[in-house]
T-cell receptor, first 115, second 113 residues
Framework: KAGVTQTPRYLIKTRGQQVTLSCSPISGHRSVSWYQQTPGQGLQFLFEYFSETQRNKGNFPGRFSGRQFSNSRSEMNVSTLELGDSALYLC??????????????FGEGSRLTVL | GENVEQHPSTLSVQEGDSAVIKCTYSDSASNYFPWYKQELGKGPQLIIDIRSNVGEKKDQRIAVTLNKTAKHFSLHITETQPEDSAVYFCAASSPNTGNQFYFGTGTSLTVIP
């Protein structure tokens, strides 16, 4: 069974640009979550999608957005990039349905550098 | 919201010794506590988890304990091996927040051969 696939793995952008990251979950998983990982801050929750609907959202500005398609693949977008957005962005999928918590399966992440 | 604190931030042990990592949480509604291991260049991977109706869980050299009253849980690794060297994260979630997990800031474990 293929794992969670994230693309691109590495990217460099400049301030003010926007970026779109993609995530393909494990087949059969309908929940996709996004986390930002920075040194010293650990993993910070961005948002979660389930069946194309945003189910939860973390405390990030509106520049961070996402969506999920009918095949459960997800994208996240960051507009008007700032230096502080440099981070590893991790996508995680889960089989969990409504109201439950289950194991998160993480991809290897997309490392974004903002210059 | 939930706040998860993790200690220590770095830990070095001799091969064969035990390692203990501790986490505390603030939300009494949290009921699921997984531990993730992250190796360099890879995403976190679940190594063990515990739910609030259980006080202890063991899987070979790894064990997790949970004290709901004190709101803390710990990861215990016995007979450490060099391949245990990695960053370990604790996390917590509650039924109120679905699949939203709150992570600790991580512990970098080094096992010295």
């Amino acid at each position: 069974k293929a794992g969670v696939t994230q693309t691109p793995r590495y990217l460099i952008k400049t301030r003010g640009q926007q970026v779109t990251l993609s995530c393909s979950p494990i087949s059969g998983h309908r929940s996709v979550s996004w986390y930002q990982q920075t040194p010293g801050q650990g993993l910070q929750f961005l948002f979660e999608y389930f069946s194309e609907t945003q189910r939860n959202k973390g405390n990030f500005p509106g520049r961070f957005s996402g969506r999920q398609f009918s095949n459960s693949r997800s994208e996240m977008n960051v507009s008007t990039l700032e230096l502080g957005d440099s981070a590893l962005y991790l996508c995680a999928s889960s089989w969990t349905g409504t109201g439950g918590t289950g194991e998160l399966f993480f991809g290897e992440g997309s490392r974004l550098t903002v210059l | 919201g939930e706040n998860v604190e993790q200690h220590p931030s770095t830990l070095s042990v001799q091969e064969g010794d035990s390692a203990v990592i501790k986490c505390t949480y603030s939300d009494s509604a949290s009921n699921y506590f997984p531990w993730y291991k992250q190796e360099l260049g890879k995403g976190p991977q679940l190594i063990i988890d515990i739910r609030s109706n259980v006080g202890e869980k063991k899987d070979q050299r790894i064990a997790v304990t949970l004290n709901k009253t004190a709101k803390h849980f710990s990861l215990h690794i016995t007979e450490t091996q060099p391949e245990d060297s990695a960053v370990y994260f604790c996390a917590a979630s509650s039924p109120n927040t679905g699949n939203q997990f709150y992570f600790g800031t991580g512990t970098s474990l080094t096992v010295i051969p």
